[in-house]
């Protein structure tokens, strides 16, 4: 089991990696909502603040409960969340992690989610210290998967199958592969 109190802060260049709370309500129920940062993920649409609420509660319960750690996103001076990055679906057996991670739409193409993932990817290979983290994404979200495949994570083939139709595509990334 893991322990995430205090709260790990984790500082890059150009952003810090902070405790989501109650208070960034408006920023998670925009994230959560909008069809551009949903549209590969397989999971409902927020429909309301109290939904936004309910899951800022639910992460503070599983991080507090060691079962997951999710970082909001902010540029270095600013309190304002413009994204979430998280470790989950922890598997202690093997010592792996699944990684997660969304992004506002007007900051894509900065280089903010490879910044982040880059302090997550540390931070779990060096603080929590797994052996692997996997991430599971969509083939069609072509930023993802390039995302991943810059950060050493490599394509170990397709998850499952819906339909006839490829759904999600399994990228690991081992802890000897990582450049810490």
Avoid at 19 to 46: C, H, M, W
Avoid at 72 to 86: F, M, N, P, V
Avoid at 106 to 121: D, S, W
Wanted: glycine share 6%; hydrophobic share 40%; proline share 3%.
């Amino acid at each position: 089991m893991y322990s995430f109190n205090p709260f790990p802060i984790l500082s890059t260049t150009r952003l810090i990696l902070r405790e989501i709370t109650v208070a960034d309500q408006n920023e998670i129920f925009g994230l959560r909502s909008d069809p551009r940062v949903i549209e590969y993920i397989d999971r409902p649409k927020v429909q309301s603040l109290n939904d936004a609420i309910d899951w800022i509660q639910f992460i503070h319960s599983a991080t507090t409960n060691g079962e997951n750690i999710v970082w909001g996103i902010c540029l270095k001076g600013a309190s304002r969340l413009i994204g979430s990055i998280c470790l989950w679906n922890f598997e202690h057996s093997n010592h792996s992690v699944e990684i997660g991670y969304s992004l506002v739409p007007e900051y894509h193409r900065r280089g903010i989610m490879n910044e982040a993932m880059k302090a997550v990817l540390t931070y779990g290979f060096m603080q929590m210290k797994v052996t692997r983290i996997t991430a599971v994404v969509n083939p069609m979200n072509k930023s993802s998967n390039l995302l991943l495949e810059k950060n050493g994570f490599i394509n170990s083939g397709f998850l499952n199958q819906q339909n006839n139709e490829l759904k999600n595509v399994l990228y690991i990334l081992e802890v000897q592969k990582h450049q810490l």
